[in-house]
């Protein structure tokens, strides 16, 4: 069974930080990589960030380089995703998920997926 739990999302302020946990279990714990997506509403689902469980190699979206670290906790089994410095356009539904090699940033070349978490930034 694999599971993917997102968590952290909510409402705040355009310059205010929000830190998202991903805690997995399961068979998602075998996989190389995970990884952090988003979606707005009407627009595609994109690239944030991504980790690598063992080494903890990290690769970011360019656009979102210096304002989202991506980090995990191998006791904990759970990822997480600070967020600095918001705008509204980073609102989304973000989710983690994950990968079987590192390097991947399209969305089919993720195997499992959480439910997502709401993230709305005000103006």
């Known amino acids: 069974q694999v599971q993917l739990v997102e968590s952290g999302g909510g409402l705040v302020q355009a310059g205010g930080s929000l830190r998202l946990s991903c805690a997995a279990s399961g068979r998602a714990l075998s996989m190389h990589t995970m990884g952090w997506f988003r979606q707005a509403p009407g627009k595609e689902r994109e690239f944030v960030a991504a980790i690598s469980w063992s080494a903890g190699r990290t690769y970011y979206a360019d656009s979102l380089k210096g304002r989202f670290t991506i980090s995990r906790d191998v006791v904990k089994n759970t990822v997480y995703l600070q967020m600095n410095s918001l705008k509204p356009e980073d609102t989304a539904v973000y989710y983690c998920?994950?990968?079987?090699?590192?390097?991947?940033?399209?969305?089919?070349?993720?195997?499992?997926w959480g439910q997502g978490t709401q993230v709305t930034v005000s103006s």
């Open positions: 998920a994950t990968a079987p090699t590192y390097g991947r940033t399209r969305s089919y070349e993720y195997q499992y």
